[in-house]
T-cell receptor, first 111, second 114 residues
Framework: KQEVTQIPAALSVPEGENLVLNCSFTDSAIYNLQWFRQDPGKGLTSLLLIQSSQREQTSGRLNASLDKSSGRSTLYIAASQPGDSATYLCAADNYGQNFVFGPGTRLSVLP | NAGVTQTPKFQVLKTGQSMTLQCAQDMNHNSMYWYRQDPGMGLRLIYYSASEGTTDKGEVPNGYNVSRLNKREFSLRLESAAPSQTSVYFC?????????????FGEGSWLTVV
């Protein structure tokens, strides 16, 4: 059974800092790995999707990488801004098991 | 540009009452899902519908029923609400089991059972 973990659980950084969020999964048989943003009281918004055959995806200041062999994905946020403050979740889309979500990393970017 | 719409946004129920959460998507997606999100537990799958006419249990189906009314709509019913069902419920949809399967979420339904 797939298990997804995220480290750290919470992170507080000053504005302008580059940061890395980590996602680990136990079963490498995945279709893809997705990263989401969740603002308080809101639903999840998809940020990046990395297909199993890809190594990374980029969107603006966000870069996500995938290493299936080690069961890891990272989300890199460049030049962080207060508006980036949110909870970031990763989810593994598994063969025969649907999406399995990590618990999230709560990010605070301080002005 | 509605995407995934779910109602109601907030609901308070008494133990034993029943209610239905409604969900509709306008993206012509094949697959739809119901999740619950609880502090410290993350998102857990309740039921899903891979395509119109099919439904399957997820990780935590007990106490719930679902109906895939048509391709657009997927409802979640609590027949006899219990305090343990106090949670935030999210409906989601995807095109289906193909590469590049981005999942889209509704805004959530906050349910309190007293």
């Amino acid at each position: 059974k797939q298990e997804v973990t995220q480290i750290p659980a919470a992170l507080s950084v000053p504005e302008g800092e580059n940061l890395v969020l980590n996602c680990s999964f136990t079963d490498s048989a995945i279709y893809n790995l997705q990263w989401f943003r969740q603002d308080p009281g809101k639903g999840l918004t998809s940020l990046l999707l990395i297909q199993s055959s890809q190594r990374e995806q980029t969107s603006g200041r966000l870069n996500a990488s995938l290493d299936k062999s080690s069961g890891r994905s990272t989300l890199y946020i460049a030049a962080s801004q207060p508006g980036d403050s949110a909870t970031y979740l990763c989810a593994a889309d598994n063969y025969g098991q649907n999406f399995v979500f990590g618990p999230g990393t709560r990010l605070s970017v301080l002005p | 540009n509605a995407g995934v719409t779910q109602t109601p946004k907030f609901q308070v129920l008494k133990t034993g009452q029943s209610m239905t959460l409604q969900c509709a998507q306008d993206m012509n997606h094949n697959s739809m899902y119901w999740y619950r999100q609880d502090p410290g537990m993350g998102l857990r799958l309740i039921y899903y519908s891979a395509s119109e006419g099919t439904t399957d249990k997820g990780e935590v189906p007990n106490g719930y029923n679902v109906s895939r009314l048509n391709k657009r709509e997927f409802s979640l019913r609590l027949e006899s609400a219990a305090p343990s069902q106090t949670s935030v419920y999210f409906c989601a949809s995807t095109r289906g089991r193909i590469t590049g399967n981005t999942i889209y979420f509704g805004e959530g339904s906050w349910l309190t059972v007293v």
